[in-house]
C-alpha cells in the first residue's frame, strides 16, 4: 500500500485527528527527527516497510548492475560513463529550462585535460568529471556549499543574468520566490541570510551523519537545499549534482550519471514532490518526498542496467562475428590491427567514435598510409563520417542506417557500399551459422 505523509493521510480528519496522527509519527520509535525547520515544524521521516524495501531494491538493482559492468571492456565502459556524465549536464540544464547542447558540453569535456578555459559548462564539466573520478569534494561547511556553487555554475549564472551573481556574504542578501520551470508557485527562499546559513548548517549536519543511509542522506539534503534556495539562480543544478556525487560514493557513477534524464521524465511529479512537502499541512514530515525521489534513483539505476545489458548482448554478437569476418577477408592481420577493430565496435554500441587515421594507426601500430589501406580492405564493414577536417571511423551495424549517417554528416563512403538494406557483420554471422565461414 502507497505511504501518505501528514498531509494526504489527514485530510479527512478532524483538527484534533490530524493532530495525533503528526503526534504518533513524530513520536514513533521508527522516526528520525532531523532538527531542520518547515513552517515551524521540525522535519522527520519514517522508517517504514515502504522506505526500507525500496532502499534494499536499490541496494540488490546496483550489485546486479555492478556485476554487468565488471564483464563489458572498460574502454567500452569508458566510452559509455563519458557520454552519460554529458547527457547528464544536458538533462540537468534541461529541467531548468537552460538551453544547452551535447556538442558544448562535449566540447568543454574534451578540453579539460589541455587545461582551456572559459568554455560555456566547463565548471559544470570539470566537477561532474571529479563525480566519475570518485574525487572527493568538501561539504562539510557553508564556505564548502559556496566554493562549489563559485567552481561549478557561478559562471553560466552570470552568463545568464549577471544580477544573479550571489551577493550576501556567503549566499544571497535579497529574498527570492521559487517556482517551477513553467511558472507554477512553489514557496519562498528562506530569507534574511543569517537563516539561510542556519538552515544550511542543520542541512550538512543530516548529509555529513553517519547513522543514516547514503541514500536516504542524498534524497534529504536535495530537499533541503530546494527549501533553502540559497542563490538565486542555479540550486536545482547544484542539489542534482550534490545528490549525484554522495550517491556515486557508494553505487555505479553509470546510474548516477543518469538521475537527471530520470528526473527530467518525471518532472511535474519532481516539482510535485518539493510542493507537497512544503505545505504547512505535511507538519515537517519528508517520508513522501524521500521515497519519491528514490524511486528516480532506482529507476536510473534500473534503466542503467537495461541499456548496458542489450548494449553488452550485442557486444557479444558482433565481436565474434567480426573477428571472423577479418579472420576470412582480411587474414594475417597482426592482434593491435584486430584489437583496433573491435574498439571501432566498441565505441560504435556504447559511445560515439573519435577515432580519426591518426588514432586508428596509432591503435593498429602502423602508419597511416598502412591503416587507410587496412580500412580500404575492410571497407564492407567500416566507414567514416566528417568532423570538420577529419575522418571518424565506424563500424556499420546497419547498412541502411549507416547510409543516412554518412549522408547527414555530408561524407562519402570510402568505396562503394554494400546493397541497401543489408547488414555486413549479421550477413557474416549467417554465414557463420549455415557452416559457410570455417
Same mark, same amino acid.
Request: contains cysteine.
Given at each position: 500500500?502507497?505511504?501518505?505523509?501528514?498531509? +494526504?493521510? $489527514?485530510?479527512?480528519?478532524t483538527p484534533s485527528e490530524k493532530r495525533e496522527l503528526y503526534e504518533n509519527r513524530y513520536n514513533s520509535e521508527a522516526a528520525i527527527?532531523?532538527?531542520?525547520? #518547515?513552517?515551524?515544524?521540525?522535519?522527520?521521516? &519514517?522508517?517504514?516497510?515502504?522506505?526500507?524495501?525500496?532502499?534494499?531494491?536499490?541496494?540488490?538493482?546496483?550489485?546486479?548492475?555492478?556485476?554487468?559492468?565488471?564483464?563489458?571492456?572498460?574502454?567500452?565502459?569508458?566510452? /559509455?560513463?563519458?557520454?552519460?556524465?554529458?547527457?547528464?549536464?544536458? !538533462?540537468?540544464?534541461?529541467?531548468?529550462?537552460?538551453?544547452?547542447?551535447?556538442?558544448?558540453?562535449?566540447?568543454?569535456?574534451? +578540453?579539460?585535460?589541455?587545461?582551456?578555459?572559459?568554455?560555456?559548462?566547463? $565548471?559544470?564539466?570539470?566537477?561532474?568529471?571529479?563525480?566519475?573520478?570518485?574525487?572527493?569534494?568538501?561539504?562539510?561547511?557553508?564556505?564548502?556549499?559556496?566554493?562549489?556553487?563559485?567552481?561549478?555554475?557561478?559562471?553560466?549564472?552570470?552568463?545568464?543574468?549577471?544580477?544573479?551573481?550571489?551577493?550576501?556574504?556567503?549566499?544571497?542578501?535579497?529574498?527570492?520566490?521559487?517556482?517551477?520551470?513553467?511558472?507554477?508557485? #512553489?514557496?519562498?527562499?528562506?530569507?534574511?541570510?543569517?537563516? #539561510?546559513?542556519?538552515?544550511?548548517?542543520?542541512?550538512?549536519?543530516?548529509?555529513?551523519?553517519?547513522?543514516?543511509?547514503?541514500?536516504?542522506?542524498?534524497?534529504?539534503?536535495?530537499?533541503?537545499?530546494?527549501?533553502?534556495?540559497?542563490?538565486?539562480?542555479?540550486?536545482?543544478?547544484?542539489?542534482?549534482?550534490?545528490?549525484?556525487?554522495?550517491?556515486?560514493?557508494? /553505487?555505479?557513477?553509470?546510474?548516477?550519471?543518469?538521475t537527471s534524464y530520470v528526473i527530467k521524465q518525471h518532472r511535474s511529479r519532481y516539482y510535485e514532490l518539493f510542493r507537497h512537502a512544503?505545505?504547512? !499541512?505535511?507538519?515537517?514530515?519528508?517520508?513522501?518526498?524521500?521515497?519519491?525521489?528514490?524511486?528516480?534513483?532506482?529507476?536510473?539505476?534500473?534503466?542503467?542496467?537495461? #541499456?548496458?545489458?542489450?548494449?553488452?548482448?550485442?557486444?557479444?554478437?558482433?565481436?565474434?562475428?567480426?573477428?571472423? %569476418?577479418?579472420?576470412?577477408?582480411?587474414?594475417?592481420?597482426?592482434?593491435?590491427?584486430?584489437?583496433?577493430?573491435?574498439?571501432? &565496435? !566498441?565505441?560504435?554500441?556504447?559511445?560515439?567514435?573519435?577515432?580519426?587515421?591518426?588514432?586508428?594507426?596509432?591503435?593498429?601500430?602502423?602508419?597511416?598510409? +598502412?591503416?587507410?589501406?587496412?580500412?580500404?580492405?575492410?571497407?564492407?564493414?567500416?566507414?567514416?563520417?566528417?568532423?570538420?577536417?577529419?575522418?571518424? %571511423?565506424?563500424?556499420?551495424?546497419?547498412?541502411?542506417?549507416?547510409?543516412?549517417?554518412?549522408?547527414?554528416?555530408?561524407?562519402?563512403?570510402?568505396?562503394?557500399?554494400?546493397?541497401?538494406?543489408?547488414?555486413?557483420?549479421?550477413?557474416?554471422?549467417?554465414?557463420?551459422?549455415?557452416?559457410?565461414?570455417?
Amino acid at each position: 500500500m502507497k505511504y501518505h505523509d501528514v498531509r +494526504t493521510a $489527514g485530510f479527512e480528519m478532524t483538527p484534533s485527528e490530524k493532530r495525533e496522527l503528526y503526534e504518533n509519527r513524530y513520536n514513533s520509535e521508527a522516526a528520525i527527527r532531523l532538527g531542520f525547520p #518547515i513552517n515551524g515544524y521540525d522535519a522527520f521521516i &519514517l522508517l517504514n516497510g515502504e522506505l526500507v524495501s525500496l532502499v534494499s531494491s536499490i541496494y540488490q538493482m546496483d550489485k546486479k548492475l555492478s556485476l554487468l559492468i565488471s564483464r563489458i571492456p572498460p574502454d567500452a565502459m569508458d566510452q /559509455f560513463v563519458t557520454n552519460s556524465l554529458i547527457d547528464e549536464i544536458q !538533462q540537468s540544464n534541461e529541467v531548468e529550462n537552460v538551453n544547452s547542447t551535447r556538442k558544448e558540453i562535449k566540447d568543454a569535456y574534451t +578540453t579539460l585535460a589541455s587545461g582551456s578555459r572559459n568554455k560555456r559548462f566547463e $565548471g559544470m564539466v570539470r566537477k561532474y568529471a571529479l563525480l566519475r573520478m570518485n574525487e572527493d569534494i568538501p561539504l562539510a561547511t557553508c564556505s564548502d556549499i559556496r566554493n562549489l556553487y563559485n567552481d561549478f555554475i557561478l559562471d553560466e549564472v552570470v552568463r545568464e543574468n549577471p544580477d544573479d551573481a550571489p551577493d550576501g556574504v556567503i549566499f544571497r542578501k535579497n529574498p527570492v520566490h521559487v517556482s517551477e520551470s513553467h511558472g507554477e508557485d #512553489i514557496h519562498d527562499g528562506l530569507f534574511p541570510e543569517t537563516a #539561510i546559513v542556519k538552515a544550511m548548517d542543520a542541512a550538512l549536519t543530516v548529509l555529513n551523519s553517519e547513522t543514516m543511509d547514503d541514500t536516504i542522506r542524498a534524497a534529504l539534503f536535495h530537499y533541503f537545499f530546494g527549501y533553502i534556495h540559497p542563490f538565486y539562480n542555479g540550486n536545482g543544478r547544484m542539489s542534482r549534482f550534490i545528490s549525484s556525487y554522495v550517491l556515486s560514493r557508494q /553505487f555505479s557513477n553509470a546510474a548516477c550519471l543518469r538521475t537527471s534524464y530520470v528526473i527530467k521524465q518525471h518532472r511535474s511529479r519532481y516539482y510535485e514532490l518539493f510542493r507537497h512537502a512544503n505545505d504547512k !499541512q505535511n507538519m515537517g514530515e519528508l517520508t513522501e518526498f524521500v521515497i519519491g525521489y528514490l524511486l528516480f534513483f532506482r529507476e536510473a539505476v534500473e534503466d542503467t542496467y537495461q #541499456i548496458l545489458n542489450e548494449k553488452y548482448l550485442l557486444y557479444q554478437k558482433y565481436e565474434k562475428t567480426l573477428k571472423a %569476418w577479418l579472420n576470412k577477408r582480411i587474414p594475417g592481420l597482426t592482434t593491435g590491427q584486430v584489437s583496433c577493430f573491435v574498439y571501432l &565496435l !566498441q565505441l560504435e554500441l556504447f559511445g560515439e567514435s573519435d577515432a580519426d587515421i591518426q588514432k586508428v594507426a596509432s591503435l593498429m601500430e602502423c602508419g597511416r598510409v +598502412t591503416a587507410r589501406k587496412i580500412l580500404s580492405e575492410a571497407n564492407d564493414i567500416v566507414y567514416f563520417s566528417k568532423d570538420g577536417r577529419k575522418q571518424i %571511423w565506424h563500424v556499420r551495424l546497419d547498412v541502411e542506417n549507416t547510409e543516412d549517417v554518412v549522408r547527414a554528416n555530408g561524407a562519402k563512403a570510402p568505396v562503394e557500399p554494400a546493397p541497401m538494406g543489408t547488414d555486413p557483420i549479421g550477413a557474416v554471422q549467417g554465414d557463420l551459422l549455415n557452416g559457410k565461414i570455417c
